[in-house]
């Protein structure tokens, strides 16, 4: 299996983020919204390539001491290999190297997996925007880690990041 790598994303890579996204969402970003996206002095997009292929991508704002992720999305074809969470990862490294104390993010109530990833790293649900999805009027539950200077986080978030790249390689 080819080495995985990630790195920052490129107008290049629109092509192939927005087929993943088509894979990966009901209601797709156009290449245009990425492109916006590349484009904003808060965004940070990353892709996970796997040799040549985009397996998948992550972007987030970095807004102050304040960041949050505004999608995250992996190809079925490569997904429970910890791809999404080692793009997590590499956001949540930024955003603390820039002094974030708060993260947050919406995600569909019923996608368990990723609210359980999400928890793993420190975010908690604390409120539900009803309806949000406009697909199937699925509530988002809004997640936050609300002081990464609290005891007890960093220590953690290391732990985790170990393990991750202890199992992964």
Known sequence: MPT???RAMVPDDIPAVSAVDHHCFALPWSAGAFAGELASPVAHYRV????DTVAGYLGGHVILDEAHVVTLGVHPQFRRRG???HLLV???ETALGE???RLTLEVREGNIEARGLYEKYGFRPISR???YYTDNDEDAIV???EDTSRWGFRATFDERVQQLRKRTG
Do not use: Q
């Open 4 to 6: 995985l790598l990630i």
């Open 48 to 51: 996970a390539l796997l040799g």
């Open 83 to 85: 791809i999404a969470e």
């Open 90 to 92: 590499e956001f949540l």
């Open 99 to 101: 002094g974030c104390r």
């Open 129 to 131: 925007r009803r309806r």
């Open 143 to 145: 997640m936050w880690i």
